[in-house]
């Protein structure tokens, strides 16, 4: 026996100072990557907008509200922000409580296909959209040919462009307000809503009183998400054609911005929105957490719909889907389109311009880096989230609360304004874009989604009793090989899918895609969309096309990632 | 393995989960940590796993300080109150696990792993998840996997908290059974004193992190050092009285039911001071009017509620004053005594036991 102890002895001294060492190692690299490349970017920018050769300074912001082009950008990326947010919630609130009181023939298939809008990037949509709605296109040709107009109507003329937009964003991030509320309103206790029906409170006073109450802070999360992804979105506004806002003025000022640095301050508006939204947040909700009772039976508070009320929910979801499906049906017949020429459908279709993806090299290039690009970022995401989480719930480390912070923060940072930073942050060094963006992307693709892995991985994480690793640690076992062989089979599903979700966003980026990649040769997917869409020719149906595959990519990812995940995907989308 | 804890403290912030605690465990001694919850018996528990450090104080397995000794190092089996088995192995593979740490041969895993699976009786379920097990089959297995590792000492908490009433009476058994086989010094954490007086050699009671007494079960029931100890184990009416008079090594209480004189006293007194007179619900008897009653002490009280439990029958006095005095007959006669009657009890001298007075000491009413 004691031959036995002198073995354990003698190895678990090792692999306790690898664990400390692994333990420590892990915070310290996060902490150092976090810091050069989430916190000194952004510190750059707001160093450099206020501050010229002549020391502090407020002039570029003189500058920036002096010119009426820039603040009606900044007002118009506002509105955009608060439309969307509204139009997000008149749409999701009846969608998520329908959700989650009635059953209905078909509702699984229904819930899932409400999702699909999550897995296109909006200014894909854009491209279709522009061939559905173009002065002879299918919309106005078929409102002609029936002669319920008699010209056509420019459908996206200069004034309906916000609305373009709008649309686009809301079709786009309804999914996500959705999720968010559905899962505030299933968490709310259903005997809470009976203890007052059995008092005689009348429906509408209880979903008034008790219920939205309760769900406000998800409400409340969605929304912020939704308008901060809404104010700081690119793509949509710059394949719309809508230059009047505050992204695409950003983006066309990246690569002057030396000479013209009132982009920096317009930056740092952008920056100082979203602390003050999400300041506002957490002081109002932040410290309204209400704890729902242990749930001894739970009713479920599901009830199966009657006839008359199926039709109505039929009539609502269905709506919803199919004017958020749109945008993908558009895109989609506009890549097979052959012949399409005054005509509402093509007359011809063709998989030309598929073949050609796999035939050009832009596109094909374009697969092929996204695919490498995501695949390098959500390994460094699996790694790192699952360190993260490991070190934050196990509270490895003093100070683990700060580190779940830091790690949270790139959920709220706009991608523009990192995808910014790091271009006049790493100019002329060794990881300057314009010579290779690469490195630069694959950790901005990281960074961005790292919030997705910490958060999948800690709900694995707070479900597995801790008594599972104490009782590996009576055995002899060293905490790393615990974490092998105990934690991570069993977190496995969440690393999956948090994987899979960080993957499929990664691969449909935008701002730092569109910003750091500078040459052909490292375009991106959605970049390479991008660059075939302002093509002559055929570049509108190619990247299309290209579009429909990004599509499929990221159907399969997210479809796997909300098997695994369940209804605990809502949670990943909160602030 | 004798285990000593050496004046051991553990502080969470400024409050004391454990606070100087002394005690030697035997080797081979099924050694029970009793108290209700919070009272620092899993923190002790723990402390002696390796999972937690004591903030001041010392552990020793035989001669040998592991007080900072991490638990991978300590050879300990431990069984915790929710069995921890790792639900993504097999039984073999979670009682392997620890076998495989230790890069023992092929055929010593294979036969460590048959003894305990003889022994806890769980053949034919060593390929199965821990999720297609029962709980009293999960607990065996939590036991199988501490008991493959020869460990220097066996811990258990709780072991048994999770199953039901029936399933919990066998497994004591089984336990006992085990403990007797291997001999293994083990340490079991209750909040069931049924579980440590029928089972343990040793017990220690604990409260509010400090150790009350130890000792054998009989020593805890018929021997208390307090009146926490007397109210906590078994049942007892716990009176307060004040002393009246001393001869020679006889004692008269006064109490709100009367005198009660008694030779059994621990502690030291002198006439006027506060005591507690504890009297065993089942040392009191009952006048049913069958046979003459031949006692030390009578009472007459008027009864408030009478519980019928078959085997037993729970009779609760009140006096005048609303003070509550409680009798538990075993094996009653036919008797109509009903709730409002009036009833005279009796009280043998040898079964009143003067104690220090303890403020805060629940009397059990």
């Given amino acids: 026996m004691s031959s036995e102890k002198a073995m354990v002895d003698q190895e678990s001294r090792l692999s306790r100072l690898i664990s400390t060492t692994v333990g420590y190692g892990t915070v310290i690299a996060t902490m150092a990557m976090l810091f050069f490349f989430l916190i000194l970017p952004v510190g750059v920018i707001v160093s450099k907008a206020f501050y010229s050769e002549n020391g502090l300074t407020l002039e570029y912001f003189r500058l920036l509200f002096a010119n009426d082009l820039q603040t009606v950008a900044i007002w118009n990326s506002i509105l955009i922000g608060l439309a969307t947010t509204f139009f997000c919630m008149m749409l999701s609130i009846p969608l998520s409580m329908i959700n989650t009181k009635w059953v209905f023939p078909g509702k699984t298939l229904l819930s899932g296909l409400l999702l699909v809008p999550m897995v296109m990037p909006p200014f894909v949509g854009a491209i279709g959209i522009q061939r559905f709605f173009a002065r002879r296109g299918s919309i106005n040709m078929l409102l002609l040919e029936n002669g319920w107009i008699d010209a056509p109507i420019d459908w996206l003329a200069e004034g309906n462009k916000f609305w373009a937009v709008v649309i686009l964003e809301v079709l786009h991030l309804y999914p996500i307000m959705y999720l968010n509320l559905s899962a505030a309103l299933a968490n709310v206790d259903p005997s809470l809503e009976e203890a007052a029906e059995v008092m005689g409170v009348p429906r509408w006073r209880r979903y008034l009183q008790i219920v939205w109450p309760l769900a406000a802070p998800g409400l409340f999360a969605g929304s912020i998400i939704v308008f901060i992804w809404a104010l700081t979105d690119l793509g949509t506004p710059l394949l719309v054609g809508f230059h009047d806002s505050m992204p695409v003025r950003i983006f066309n000022m990246v690569t002057d911005v030396n000479e013209n640095p009132v982009g920096f301050a317009l930056v740092f508006v952008v920056i100082l929105l979203t602390v003050c939204i999400f300041l506002a947040s957490k002081f109002m909700f932040g410290t309204k957490k209400y704890d729902m009772m242990a749930k001894g039976h739970v009713t479920s508070g599901v009830q199966k719909a009657g006839l008359l009320r199926t039709a109505m929910i039929y009539v609502v979801v269905g709506g919803t889907i199919l004017l958020a499906l749109i945008p993908h049906i558009s895109v989609l017949i506009t890549s097979i389109s052959d012949q399409w020429f005054l005509t509402v459908l093509p007359e011809q279709y063709t998989l030309r311009y598929y073949e050609q993806i796999f035939q050009t090299d832009l596109p094909f290039t374009g697969i092929k880096n996204s695919f490498l690009f995501s695949m390098g970022s959500t390994l460094l995401d699996l790694v790192l989230g699952l360190l993260v989480a490991y070190v934050v719930t196990r509270k490895l480390v003093p100070m683990s609360g700060f580190l779940d912070g830091l790690v949270m923060i790139p959920l709220a940072l706009p991608g523009i304004v990192l995808a910014f930073g790091y271009v006049i942050t790493y100019t002329d060094t060794f990881l300057d874009p314009l010579e290779n963006p690469v490195p630069l992307l694959i950790i901005a693709y990281a960074i961005r989604r790292l919030p997705f892995m910490v958060r999948s991985a800690s709900a694995g994480l707070q479900q597995t009793s801790y008594s599972l690793e104490e009782a590996s640690a009576c055995f002899g076992a060293s905490r790393f090989y615990t974490l092998r062989k105990i934690v991570m089979p069993l977190v496995a599903a969440n690393l999956i899918a948090g994987g899979l979700l960080c993957f499929a966003y990664a691969m449909l980026d935008v701002s730092d895609s569109l910003i750091l990649a500078m040459k052909d040769q490292y375009y991106p997917l959605t970049k390479a969309i991008y660059a075939l869409f302002l093509e002559q020719g055929s570049g509108e149906f190619v990247s299309s096309a290209l579009g429909m595959v990004g599509m499929l990519i990221l159907t399969v990812c997210i479809v796997g990632a909300s098997l695994i995940l369940g209804k605990k995907m809502g949670e990943l989308f909160r602030s | ?365």
Avoid at chain 2, 64 to 90: C, E
Avoid at chain 2, 97 to 114: A, F, H, N, P, T
Wanted: with cysteine; proline share 3%.
């Fill in chain 2, 1 to 365: 393995m004798e285990v000593t804890l050496d004046k051991i403290d553990k502080r969470y912030d400024s409050t004391y989960a454990v606070k100087n605690l002394d005690l030697k465990i035997e080797e081979g001694a099924l050694h029970f940590f009793l108290g209700p919850s919070g009272c620092g018996k899993t923190t002790t528990l723990r402390m002696l796993a390796g999972l937690e450090k004591p903030t001041a104080g010392r552990i020793l397995f035989g001669d040998k300080d592991v007080t900072s000794m991490p638990a991978a190092d300590r050879g300990i089996g431990m069984v915790f109150q929710n069995y921890a088995l790792w639900p993504h192995m097999t039984v073999r593979k979670n009682i392997e696990y620890g076998l495989k740490l230790r890069k023992l041969s092929k055929v010593e895993i294979q036969q460590r792993l048959d003894d305990v699976v003889g022994i806890t009786q769980l053949d034919g379920y060593v390929d199965r998840l821990p999720g297609q097990l029962s709980g009293g089959q999960q607990q065996r297995v939590a036991l199988a996997r501490a008991l493959a590792i020869r460990p220097t000492v066996l811990l258990l908490d709780e072991p048994l908290s999770n199953l039901d009433a029936r399933l919990r009476l066998d497994m004591r058994d089984n336990i006992s059974r085990i403990h007797k086989q291997t001999r293994i010094t083990t340490i079991y954490v209750t909040h069931d004193q049924k579980e440590a007086l029928s089972m343990g050699t040793a017990v220690s009671v604990m409260k509010q992190g400090h150790m009350i007494q130890t000792g054998a079960p009989r020593t805890l029931y018929n021997h208390p050092n307090s009146s926490f100890i007397a109210s906590f184990i078994g049942e007892t009416n716990l009176l307060i009285g004040k002393v009246t008079d001393i001869a020679s090594d006889e004692y008269t209480v006064e109490t709100e039911f009367g005198l009660f004189k008694t030779t059994r006293v621990v502690g030291q007194y002198k006439v006027g001071d506060e005591v507690h007179v504890s009297i065993r619900h089942e040392a009191v008897g009952v006048d049913f009017g069958k046979e003459p009653l031949v006692a030390d002490i009578k009472l007459k009280l008027r009864l408030e509620h009478l519980t019928y439990l078959g085997e037993s029958e729970q009779f609760k006095f009140r006096n005048d004053a609303g003070a509550f005095f409680k009798a538990t007959v075993f094996h009653t006669p036919e008797h109509s005594i009903c709730d409002g009657d009036e009833v005279t009890c009796r009280v043998s001298a040898e079964d009143i036991l003067i104690l220090p007075y303890q403020a805060d000491t629940d009397s059990g009413t």
